[in-house]
């Protein structure tokens, strides 16, 4: 089992480029997350999905856009990106409980 | 202010030390209380799950919860230089599928 896998795992944007960061994780779980962190910040949600079909909005999620594509994959888009979106973006997912079992990241620079 | 607060630290101990860490929030729905671990450039992990108040324990690690304080704690014994990482506290008012609440996590150095 990979777990949760993310891709990329570096990315760097021009300000107004838009890209997607893409999520997949092989556990059968139910709920998908989207974090960011940032020195100082901690970690933020910024949407999650508690199961397939739904989405919900998180503590900062201006700015971003999701899709549940399927039971699996979760994607996390931007649109515009900003220089305020400069940060590490985590995928988490979870099964019937609060464990979250967390993927390895993409550090994300925009210029 | 946010609903769970957290000193960043870095908090610097000698291996073999006791270490708390800690928690306070403000929220008296949370009722289900985690412990991650956070290597650098690594994504957290889960270490300690707790519900309601009281005490859990796994190896060197203990985790309390005080609810009538809102106040958490994760205490490592044998502090070991493998124990150095950032730890996250995190809290949810329910048991299942719901976002979690994250502190912004405590930076520890076990020293040799």
């Known amino acids: 089992n990979a777990g949760v896998t993310q891709t990329p795992k570096f990315q760097v944007l021009k300000t107004g480029q838009s890209m997607t960061l893409q999520c997949a994780q092989d556990?059968?779980?139910?709920?998908m997350y989207w974090y960011r962190q940032d020195p100082g910040m901690g970690l933020r949600l910024i949407y999650y999905s508690a199961s397939e079909g739904t989405t919900d909005k998180g503590e900062v999620p201006n700015g971003y856009n999701v899709s549940r594509l399927n039971k699996r994959e979760f994607s996390l888009r931007l649109e515009s990106a900003a220089p305020s979106q400069t940060s590490v973006y985590f995928c988490a997912s979870s099964h019937n409980s609060n464990e979250q079992f967390f993927g390895p990241g993409t550090r994300l620079t925009v210029l | 202010q946010k609903e769970v607060e957290q000193d960043p630290g870095p908090l610097s101990v000698p291996e073999g030390a006791i270490v708390s860490l800690n928690c306070t929030y403000s929220?008296?729905?949370?009722?289900?209380f985690m412990w991650y671990r956070q290597y650098s450039r690594k994504g957290p992990e889960l270490l300690m799950y707790?519900?309601?108040?009281g005490n859990k324990e796994d190896g060197r690690f203990t985790a309390q919860v005080d609810k009538s304080s809102k106040y958490i704690s994760l205490f490592i014994r044998d502090s070991q230089p493998s124990d150095s990482a950032t730890y996250l506290c995190a809290m949810t008012p329910r048991n299942s599928g719901y976002a979690l609440n994250f502190g912004k996590g405590t930076s520890l150095l076990v020293t040799p």
């Open positions: 929220n008296s729905a949370f009722q289900y």
């Open positions: 707790t519900y309601s108040s």
């Open positions: 556990m059968n779980h139910n709920s």
